[in-house]
């Protein structure tokens, strides 16, 4: 009996393709010229190319141009080659991937020339030209660890002591062992185009992404790449690198300490911002910004307390309340209200009322409901003292502001740019943390169910790069407000959630991916030991 599927790849939707017993998906992609894709879904999961075709199936071959989980897959099959290359030309190191930049991920090597560079990205073309194959096999995890042991795998190696299976999946590519945390493509042949810069004292391996087109892109990021590089350090003399170090602590009862640590050096940076901030004469306003769960709103009131112990007296504004009513919500290209762009923001309105409390009068500051998608004026509020302080999204955009002098202004950007790693070759990615807190505080104190936090993300996650990003290196500070063990605490307020998601529901793949992500990581109850004004709070609540 004839077999076949449904495949759809850029416009062309639901072909009828016939197929045989020994098919593989990368033979129908080829077939239909879908070279560029790097993985599909099907029917709701996703799934490798080198996987067969199930009968009647419904299959959308994916591009990392358009697709964020082929991004990922196109990254995880890109670092395979440069660590082949590395392991090549350089046998006597060890290639570290570090953290996630705008436009790519951040490596070290070693020290490089622009000329060593040059040849290693020559080696890799020359190894995505050869085109051969990530061959994946199954195995017992002593075996795999013992594989790993000897190839120098060490931290992987480590990793696997927390794994709750007997069986681990191992892939092969020109000789050497590794594995990325999630599949990877077919071959090495699909990779064209990705590039190397030298960046800072290591390198930057840049890869397309679905966003890319949402703004211009970003490669020199001095001030972003300084925080990473200071949570680096932190996380050096912590003894916290990796995601079995987190566990180790909490296995061997240091676990509170280390909390105590993470908020210490948290309220150490804010009191050094909020001096920062105190010591320009002419601020009267600081303006908060960073992309979504951020933890924003408790920075700003953690920055607040620390300005009032040096005297200033300031008032809280959150841009969040100038929200214009859900009806006058300007329409993306889906024709759903856009509440990324910044035209979502009653921008005309914020700028009169901080002209008026700059000028020592009364303005009538709106309260946005979530809940009914309204704004309501509130009393009148006078500032009584020197500084405003407004969070949102949008805060460094000169457009919220642009009739007040640059002078009166004070930027934060502040987001979680985590350097915790799954291992040496698989940063966790500060999106995906960020994506667990918004989940966790959508439910709490939103109402909002995961599904509908999900169906908004990618949507979220554009007008991040269009709106927000792009400003971020016009901040006079930045402000990293990862804790390197909320994992361990988010898990418990997401994981049943998160379990209930099906392969015939929408998003069901982002839900198996943050929870492959959280069983890399131990569950800890002791809500207690994280203090009641931590960032962290802003998520699971007090």
Known sequence: MEKYCYVSYDKRKGIKTVFEDN??????????????????????????????????AEIFLLKPTEHEHASRVFMRGLTFVLYRAAREMYPERKLKVDYMLCGGVYCELGELSDKDIARIQKRMDELIEADEDFVLKLMRVDEARA???KEGLDTKAELLKFRPFDYYRLYRYRGFHNYFHGIMPKSAGCLKGARLYSYSDGILLAYPTPYAMAHTPIIEQPKYAEVFHQAERWAKELAASYVTDINNMLRDGAIEDFININEALHDRTIA????????????????VAGPSSSGKTTFASRLTVHLKALGKRCLPVSLDDYYKDKADQPEGEDGEPDFECIESLDTKKFCEDVKLLLAGEQAYMPRYDFFSGMRTDTAPVRIDGDIIIAEGIHGLNDALLKDVEKRYKFKIFISPLTTLNIDCHSVVMPEDLRLLRRLVRDKRARGFSFAQTFSIWDKVRHGEYKYILPYQETADVMFNSTLLYEPLLLKKHAYSDLRRFTPDMPNYPEALALLKFLNYFLSYDGESAVPRYSILREFIGH
């Open 23 to 56: 098919t593989r998906l990368w033979q129908i992609a080829d077939d239909m010229g879908a070279q560029d894709a790097v993985c599909a879904l099907a029917n709701g999961r996703l799934v490798s190319l080198f996987d067969a075709p199930e009968e009647k």
């Open 147 to 149: 594989i790993m042991l």
């Open 272 to 287: 050094e911002i909020a001096n920062a901030v105190a010591s320009r004469q002419d601020t009267r306003i600081v303006l």
